[in-house]
């Protein structure tokens, strides 16, 4: 079992940076890939990005490549995500999730075995 705990949500202007972070315990961390979703009301859960399991290797969604990055610190148990010229379009609920497959570009929710509760992030324009 590993559990999620994310912060760093927030409301920001647009144009604004927020780094969420996800720390985790339990299971050991270092041989999981992560990925970072996100949800807004009314629609579902989305991919936004994912990390092999020792940080080596990225993958992103189209419409964040360039803003957002994503990272792993196996040291301390945690993955980030760092959002820079953030867009009212990427207010969610953004979720950390532990997958179990070794493969990078693992994009549906249902592939990732371990999820966080959430945070918010809102960006006002």
């Known amino acids: 079992q590993v559990r999620l705990v994310e912060s760093g949500g927030g409301l920001v202007q647009a144009g604004g940076s927020l780094r969420l972070s996800c720390a985790a315990s339990g299971r050991s961390f270092s041989s999981f890939g992560m990925g970072w979703f996100r949800q807004a009301p009314g629609k579902e859960r989305e991919f936004v990005t994912s990390i092999d399991w020792n940080g080596g290797s990225t993958f992103y969604l189209d419409s964040v490549k360039g803003r957002f990055t994503i990272s792993k610190d196996n040291t301390k148990n945690t993955v980030y995500l760092q959002m820079n010229s953030l867009k009212p379009e990427d207010t969610a609920v953004y979720y950390c999730?532990?997958?179990?497959?070794?493969?990078?570009?693992?994009?549906?929710?249902?592939?990732?075995?371990?999820w966080g509760q959430g945070t918010q992030v809102t960006v006002s324009s």
């Open positions: 999730a532990a997958k179990l497959s070794p493969r990078l570009q693992v994009t549906s929710p249902s592939e990732y075995a371990f």
